[in-house]
Structure formats: C-alpha cells, structure tokens
C-alpha cells in the first residue's frame, strides 16, 4: 500500500516540477558569457525551456533561434515555436543569443549556439530528453545561426573541466525558416552588417557562407521559404539544398509561393504540417 501512494505521489510531483522548471531563462554560462562587453541583461545569453505534457513528451529537444537581424529576437519566432513543438511532445528551448546592435560580433553568436545545445545534452536528465535527439531550429537571422552551427559544430572537449563543454554542439538535425544562409551577394545585408560588421574580410564573408561549409557530416535538415519574400531571397534555402544534396545529405526542401518574410507559423500555413511530417521520419514525433 505504501509503495502504491509513493508511486502515486511521484506521478504527480514529477509533472508539477517540470512544469516548476519550465519557462525560466537559465543562464549559459553561471560566470559570464566568452567576451562579455558587460554584465547587463543584454550581455547574458539565455535558453528558456519549454517542456511538453510528460504524457506527451517524445524525449525529443529543439533548440530555437528567434530571427531579427541580429539586431532583435522575435518572440513569435521563439516562444511561439516552441508552444508549437510542445502540442506535439518535442521540448522547445528558446535561446537569447547576443546581438550586434548591442556590440557583439561573430563568434559570440555561434558560442552561444553552441553552447545552447551543449547545455540541453549535460541537463537531459534534469530535462528528461535523449541527447541524441536534439535538434535546432531558426528563422531569418536565426536561421543563419542556426546553419552556422549546423556547418561549424565540434564534438566537444572530453577533458574539459566544464561538464558542459565535453558535449558536442553537433545538432541532430535542422530546421531552417526562410533562413538567411550566404553572406555574399544574395544575403541580407541588414544581417550581415550586424554579425560581421561594415567591412568584413572576404575570408570572413566566405567562412559564415554556409552554403560553401557543408559536409557530408551535416545533420538532415528541413528547409523552407516563400517565392515571395522580399526580404531574404529563396535562392539562400535553395542553394543550402543544392549544398546538401552534394554532399549526400538528407533534406527536405519546401518553396512555397505565398507568404512574406517573417510569417512565422503562419496561422495554419502548410509549412508547419510538412514539417511535423519529416520530424515524425526523423522519430523526433510520433
């Protein structure tokens, strides 16, 4: 009788703690950011959980990059997504990566991508999801983050005194939306100012083309983008498509003809149900 209430009690605890856990920023770094220019809100990067219902929960993590230019985040790119994912069992992380309208540059976006994933692989008892299941996600600006990371991940250092940075940054897959990808002649410039600055060196511009830096180790993607965008040209995603296709990676690429930059879910876009056809192909949903 006793081990039956026990058990009773534990299956209602456990709920309400991951709940309790839920939509709190936790700092990606307790010390202090890698070349932090201070130490106010703008200067500590975040990843908010979101957990799914455990009743739904598929173990399956995305982290999310809220597009802006790198110069703002979009809550209905971040949050949004994430209650999105959560409908359907997969926990959503919304990071706060630092800006170049508040002074950062290049690396310190890609550190926090990084970190990000890290961070859901070290806590994915705490957060109850496979580490081989974590994938990221990002719109516009976002999803450049989100590329580059797909294309300059590592595997972690194993002797490193940080637990956090022995796991690797390698997403599992990707998720691109209406994705800035190239830094050269068909990239936002407003994105590029903000990452790179004015003046970047070619060997800079060419380093954050992620179209040029895939392998055939780049994670599976879903790629998507609207023929009438004037904002980011269609021709980023396609030519990321053409990327992995040469090198033998799994895609799915879609060009849908209406829709304007920034639509996000879109209220009930079709983007949203092929994606959750691929997640289910890549066992993230059931």
């Not at 026990?6 to 890698?34: D, F, K, Q």
């Not at 796991?167 to 939306?177: E, F, K, N, T, Y």
Request: charged share 20%.
């Amino acid at each position: 009788m006793m081990k039956n209430c026990l058990a009773c009690l534990i299956a209602i605890l456990m709920p309400l703690s991951l709940r309790a856990a839920s939509e709190t920023p936790v700092p990606l770094w307790p010390n202090g950011a890698p070349g932090a220019l201070g130490n106010q809100e703008k200067d500590i990067p975040t990843l908010t959980p979101y957990l799914p219902d455990p009743a739904l929960a598929t173990g399956a993590a995305i982290v999310i990059c809220p597009g802006g230019g790198y110069g703002g985040l979009a809550s209905y790119e971040g949050k949004d997504y994430a209650l999105w994912l959560n409908q359907h069992g997969v926990a959503g992380f919304v990071l706060k990566y630092r800006l170049g309208s508040d002074g950062y540059r290049h690396p310190a976006m890609l550190e926090d991508a990084a970190r990000a994933v890290r961070l859901v692989r070290a806590n994915a008892a705490e957060w109850k999801i496979d580490p081989k299941r974590v994938g990221i996600m990002g719109s516009s600006a976002g999803g450049h983050l989100a590329s580059t990371l797909l294309t300059h991940f590592d595997m972690g250092k194993p002797d490193a005194a940080d637990p956090v940075e022995r796991q690797s940054s390698r997403p599992d897959l990707g998720i691109l939306c209406y994705a800035v990808i190239t830094m050269g002649p068909n990239t936002h410039m407003g994105s590029r100012q903000n990452l790179l600055g004015d003046h970047p060196s070619p060997e800079l511009i060419r380093d954050l083309s992620n179209e040029l830096r895939v392998t055939p180790q780049t994670p599976p993607c879903f790629i998507w983008h609207t023929y009438e965008d004037k904002s980011v040209k269609m021709e980023n995603s396609v030519d990321f498509a053409m990327a992995l296709r040469k090198n033998g990676v799994p895609f799915d690429l879609h060009i849908y003809q209406k829709g304007p930059h920034g639509i996000g879910l879109g209220n009930g876009h079709p983007w949203t149900k092929d994606c959750l056809y691929w997640l289910k192909a890549q066992g993230f949903v059931r």
